[in-house]
């Protein structure tokens, strides 16, 4: 694991420090080379860190990156964009510098200083996730391990506040997570299926002092979750339901976290094209999402009552697999005419959304890669909200922005719900292609009980990047919403 302090100036053993270069009235400003650098440079070379960065094209457009030549230790300057810096600006700022980093193929773990001139104590933990989560890579099957990128991050502030080290300290054990959850998303369906997963997270799980409970396809069956089984009918590799539970003392509220884990969807007997497969081993993000968020949540402390459910399936055809026009009997009772076999997500969520609803929690929140019109609604680098209250939406919309995560809040329409009407079950799992993401939820609503207060975040977009990595986000999965919902529970303490 990287070592994350603070320091009040550059350490002496740093390999490279990242500095940050922005405009101040309209004229390039480098932030923060110090004096001791600026007078080495100078001394070496004859000019000013900000004259030769200037001279080599450095910008202060965020996503620049200029490296300096090495005199003793490499400065690395990164454009911040505006002045007025947020925490999200700094923390694409240093995952790019550290992308930068990547490319040298340095020979040996680096000791990173990231001297930005900053104290405020969010600007500081955007600092530190900049670097942990721009350094992941996923560990390629078969070969040598990799050679980590960092062993040491140095945050440099005059801040001599707690706030500061503490929001540091957080940042490492989130960050943590969201690459717990990225290696569960990178990892190939034939090593990642339902009972590996469940038993992967249960010993994460227990490492983390919470508690676990399993349910395998017979204990599915004998409680009669339809949803979970009818999708996972299809495979040899039968379906698990995981519940962990977070329950320290003192807390007020209770937050139900619910995760689509289809371990891979082939689209079952509505076969997918083949180009659409490929990725499809990423539709287990939700459940990877809200794993890794407890966990973070358990190791942070925070004195809010969580429990997760991960509802794990793989979706194929064959012979057992279900067909479009069954009808399913939900856990708890409530049939379901199946529409589409390739819209089972929501199947095995509503079995789960039914499940949570008996621990009688105060607020519900599932998380999937549930529709691909949720793409073609925000695009592949924005989360869909939504909720069954305005008020609902804002607290995790207002969470996401703490968290630097794009979401944005979309409807849940009369007319949707009116397409969900069935002649021959209670309701139907879908209906015609508009709307689509709308419609999906409409569903899960019906399974969380009462007035409960419920969201659902739909991550389709940006959960598997299959480009290039860019800011902080690297190649394949993303690990997106486990901030959000760490966020979020820190909003319920009380």
């Known amino acids: ?47 000013s860190p900000l004259a030769l960065a200037l001279d080599l094209g450095a910008k202060a457009k965020l996503g620049s990156v200029t490296m300096l030549p090495t005199v003793g ?12 810096v947020t925490p999200e600006q700094i923390r694409r700022a240093v995952g790019n510098g550290i ?40 560990a390629k099957l078969g070969a040598d391990a990799p050679k980590a990128l960092l062993k040491h991050v140095t945050i440099v502030t005059s801040s001599t506040r707690s706030e500061a080290k503490d929001a540091v300290a957080i940042a490492s054990t989130v960050d943590a997570a969201v690459n717990q959850a990225r290696d569960w998303i990178n990892q190939p369906a034939n090593l990642l299926y339902p009972e590996t997963f469940a038993n992967q997270a249960s010993a994460v799980a227990r490492a983390a002092k919470l508690s676990v409970d399993v349910w395998d396809d017979k204990a599915l069956a004998k409680d009669g979750f339809g949803g979970i089984l009818a999708v996972g009918g299809g ?63 358990a190791e942070l402390g925070l004195k809010v009552k969580v429990t997760a459910y991960a509802a794990m399936a793989e979706n194929l055809p064959s012979g057992s697999a279900y067909r479009p026009s069954d009808v399913l009997t939900m856990y708890g009772g409530k049939t379901v005419e199946n529409y589409n076999c390739d819209a089972e997500g929501r199947l095995v969520l509503a079995d789960a959304l039914a499940r949570a609803g008996e621990d009688k929690p105060d607020l519900v929140v599932d998380v999937a890669t549930l529709t691909g019109a949720c793409v073609v609604a925000l695009g592949e680098k924005t989360a869909g909200v939504l909720a069954r209250h305005e008020v609902t939406s804002d607290q995790l919309l207002d969470a996401a922005d703490a968290a630097g995560e794009a979401f944005w809040p979309l409807p849940i329409t009369d007319e949707v719900v009116e397409k969900l009407t069935s002649k021959v079950a209670d309701l139907k799992s879908g209906g015609p292609r508009w709307g689509g993401a709308l419609m999906a939820a409409a569903f899960l609503r019906e399974f969380v009980p009462g007035d409960t207060p419920w969201a659902h975040l739909d991550i389709a977009g940006p959960a598997f990047n299959d480009g290039e990595p860019y800011d902080y986000v690297p190649s394949g999965g993303t690990g997106v919403a486990v901030r959000t919902l760490v966020a979020l529970a820190s909003s319920l303490q009380g």
């Not at 989560?133 to 996923?138: D, E």
Request: with cysteine.
């Open 1 to 47: 694991m990287v070592a994350v302090t603070c320091a009040k100036s550059v350490p002496k053993d740093a390999d490279v420090v990242l500095v940050g270069l922005t405009e101040v009235s309209g004229a390039p400003y480098l932030l923060d080379a110090g004096p001791d650098l600026e007078k080495e440079f100078t001394k070496r070379l004859g000019t």
């Open 73 to 84: 230790v490499r400065l690395v300057v990164v454009g911040l964009g505006n002045v007025d």
């Open 99 to 138: 992308h930068a980093l990547a490319k040298l193929e340095p020979a040996a773990p680096l000791h990173v200083a990231v001297a930005l001139d900053q104290t405020d104590p969010d600007v500081l933990k955007g600092a530190a996730e900049g670097a942990l989560l721009g350094a992941y890579t996923f």
């Open 235 to 297: 495979s040899d590799r039968k379906p698990r339901l995981v519940r962990i539970s977070y329950a320290p003392r003192g807390a007020r509220n209770h937050l139900a976290l619910v995760g689509k884990g289809i371990t891979f969807d082939s689209g079952g007997l509505n076969l997918k094209p083949g180009e659409s497969m490929y990725t499809m081993k990423n539709d287990m993000s939700g459940a990877a999402a809200v794993i890794a968020a407890i966990k973070a949540i």
